[in-house]
Each structure stands twice: as C-alpha cells, then as structure tokens.
Nanobody, 122 residues
Framework: QVQLVESGGGLVQAGGSLRLSCAAS????????MGWFRQAPGKERVFVAA????????YYADSVKGRFTISRDNAKNTVYLQMDFLKPEDTATYYC???????????????WGQGTQVTVSA
C-alpha cells in the first residue's frame, strides 16, 4: 500500500513562512505527478498545487500563486510545499496526494496522506 507522510506544519504569524514535506514510499515516485490540497474547518478539500513527474512543470490555485512553491526531490521520494507570505485564510489541514492518469494538470488523485495542520495567526 502506498504511504504518504506529511510534515512541517505548525503555527505561524501572518506574513511568515512554512515548508511542508511529503515523504512517499511503496511506489515508484518519479513516475507520478504529485499534488497538495488543503481543507479548512467546515469546508471542502481544495486544490493548492501540482508538480509533474520531473518537476519541470507546476500548477497553482489562484489563491496561492506567487506565494507558494511546489517542488520535488525524486532521489528522496519527497515533494515539498514552500509557503511564504502566509495569510490567516491559509489556515487548514494540508494533504499531499499522488496523481492518477496522464492529464496535465492532473484531474484525479488516488492516494492521500494523513495531513499536517497549518495555522496562521493574524
């Protein structure tokens, strides 16, 4: 069974930065695009960012464009989300996921991590 483990969440003041990591195991990591999603309390899970297999292409939700950067290290089976200029509305549980299929940007994801909490105080 594919395993995804997120880390790096925490409490930060508005304007600050955090770097999330997602370590993947039990899959050939370099064969899959990866994505980050977030879910705020009482709201649906929404897309944040995606990165293709090589790391050469990225795609962002408008709400985070210019503030967040997704990257990956295929040698370490890890995908990252660098979050800068954080806002209180970025408060959510953040999940990484493995993309399914060959479309770009991906439309489907079939494996998910357990999530890491990010809280941004005003």
């Amino acid at each position: 069974q594919v395993q995804l483990v997120e880390s790096g969440g925490g409490l930060v003041q508005a304007g600050g930065s955090l770097r999330l990591s997602c370590a993947a195991s039990r899959l050939t990591f370099s064969l899959y695009a990866m994505g980050w999603f977030r879910q705020a309390p009482g709201k649906e899970r929404v897309f944040v960012a995606a990165i293709n297999r090589s790391g050469g292409s990225t795609y962002y939700a408008d709400s985070v464009k210019g503030r967040f950067t997704i990257s990956r290290d295929n040698a370490k089976n890890t995908v990252y989300l660098q979050m800068d200029f954080l806002k209180p509305e970025d408060t959510a549980t953040y999940y990484c996921a493995v993309a399914y299929g060959d479309l770009w940007p991906p439309l489907s994801y079939n494996y998910w991590g357990q999530g890491t909490q990010v809280t941004v105080s005003a």
